[in-house]
């Protein structure tokens, strides 16, 4: 590739050294910047800086990304390009910033993790146990299926504050941005909710107002949460590693495979923006019911 011009190098260096002294950056971060803006003095085909055009740092960026480079890698070094150029403008009269209005691709959404229907009922098809921690411990995870909480609003759930409602099945919960939103519980979750509040004063202090508790008799924490479902998947013989949320993602896939419903899967989920629901889409869709306790796999008992 072209060498870069001395008078550009030189450029670069006096706002490496502007950065260091006037920003106080730390060397990993200067060190990322200068690994950025060499990439950019070797890739403009020898111009002068200032004959740079939007097109050709677009250009730049599809060369990259097609090399393989992350677009998280490449937002952070367009914006150790545009930080320059807008340094320029200011210090070393350039007339143009042509990175303004240049974006790095897109980074795929990942898609999230969810277990099968017959996996997740052979996780919850586990023989019962009447000690008090196993009662708890099929109670937390029916209701984390059934009514798709995130593990915060399950632990902050008290035992008489109201917003449980087992004779008509539902829960209020209040989740991100504080928002409150009431959902379902199926029958599986309600019965084991009612055999958990009939011993649930075996476990918990006499003064404590959560709903689920540790073993210390005070409010359950999200580390034994999720280290108590993984011992139940393995115990049920399911063969990958099962975390909280895990439930959250399988209730909303499976309930988008039986009911296609996705605004009404939206609202129970508390998720802003149907953006967010869409990424449960990429299942193929089965037409079994419209209602939740006929679309559930749980909702109706047996």
């Known amino acids: 590739m072209p060498q870069a011009l001395p008078h550009d190098s030189k450029l670069a260096h006096e706002y490496l050294d502007a950065l260091k002294h006037q920003r106080r950056l730390s060397p990993a971060t200067l060190s990322n910047y200068a690994r950025a803006l060499d990439v950019l003095l070797a890739l403009r085909d020898g111009k002068p800086l200032q004959a740079l055009e939007p097109a050709e740092v677009r250009r ?3 060369m990259l990304h097609a090399k393989g480079l992350a677009p ?16 320029l403008g200011r210090h070393r009269d350039f007339a143009v910033n042509p990175v303004v209005g240049i974006r790095a691709p897109k980074a795929g959404r990942p898609l999230p ?25 099929r109670a937390m995870f029916e209701l984390l299926y059934s009514s798709g909480l ?3 609003e399950l632990i902050s759930l008290d035992v008489a504050d109201g917003r449980m409602d087992l004779r008509h ?8 941005g504080s928002k409150t939103r009431t959902v379902p519980i199926g029958a599986k979750a309600r019965d084991a909710l009612s055999d958990w509040l009939e011993v649930r004063s075996q476990l918990a202090a006499p003064s404590e107002k959560a709903l689920f508790v540790g073993a210390r008799g005070k409010r359950i924490s999200p580390a034994v949460v999720g ?20 439930l959250r993602h399988s209730f909303a896939t499976h309930l988008l495979q039986s009911s296609q419903d996705l605004r009404a899967v939206q609202e129970m989920l508390g998720h802003a923006s149907i953006s967010t629901t869409q990424v449960y889409t990429h299942l193929d869709f089965q037409a079994l019911a419209k209602v939740y306790d006929a679309a559930h796999p749980r909702a109706r008992k047996k």
């Open 60 to 62: 730049s960026i599809a």
């Open 72 to 87: 998280r890698t490449l937002a952070l070094i367009l914006s150790a390009w545009r930080g320059w150029f807008r340094w």
């Open 113 to 137: 993790k969810a277990l099968s229907v017959e996996a997740t009922q052979r996780l919850l098809d586990v023989e019962k146990d009447a000690k008090p921690m196993a009662v708890r411990d």
């Open 150 to 152: 995130r593990l915060g």
């Open 169 to 176: 099945g539902e829960v209020t919960v209040t989740g991100k």
């Open 227 to 246: 280290a108590r479902l993984g011992a139940w998947a393995r115990a049920s013989g399911v063969g990958e590693h099962v975390h909280p949320h895990m």
